[in-house]
């Protein structure tokens, strides 16, 4: 759990993946290989980093098993893409927009880091 947590604070900022590609997705599991594909990660490594056993990862991305739900999030941080939420609110209807006061906050903060490396 440890070494997955230190490799997870290492990664950027997850970005949104082009509604085309998406769009190729037929279920949930295209979605989550999309979203290892466009990592550039091997099987392996990501298998390795989110704690899930490399024989039943390579089931997962067979079919032949299912992604733990509780892993996701850790997925779309490690790959740095958000492929299977973006596939799900495609699928239900919905819009995904990141959080306003987020946005504001983090804008502030960067304001306030470079007030601060000029003084």
């Known amino acids: 759990m440890q070494r997955e947590m230190s490799f997870l604070s290492n990664v950027k900022e997850p970005v949104m993946v082009d509604v085309a590609l998406l769009n190729h997705c037929k279920n949930r ?6 979203c290892v594909q466009l990592s550039n990660y091997s099987n392996e490594v990501v298998c390795e980093n989110l704690g899930i056993d490399k024989g039943h990862f390579s089931r997962i991305m067979q079919g032949k098993a299912h992604f733990p739900d509780s892993k996701s999030v850790d997925l779309m941080m490690l790959c740095g893409n958000y492929a299977p939420m973006q596939y799900e609110v495609m699928r239900t209807g919905f819009i ?3 959080d306003t006061l987020e946005l504001r ?3 502030l903060r960067a304001e306030l ?3 601060e490396a000029a003084a």
Do not use: F, M, P, S
């Open 29 to 34: 599991l295209d979605a989550i290989r999309l």
């Open 96 to 98: 995904l927009q990141k």
């Open 105 to 107: 906050k983090a804008a």
């Open 113 to 115: 880091e470079q007030l």
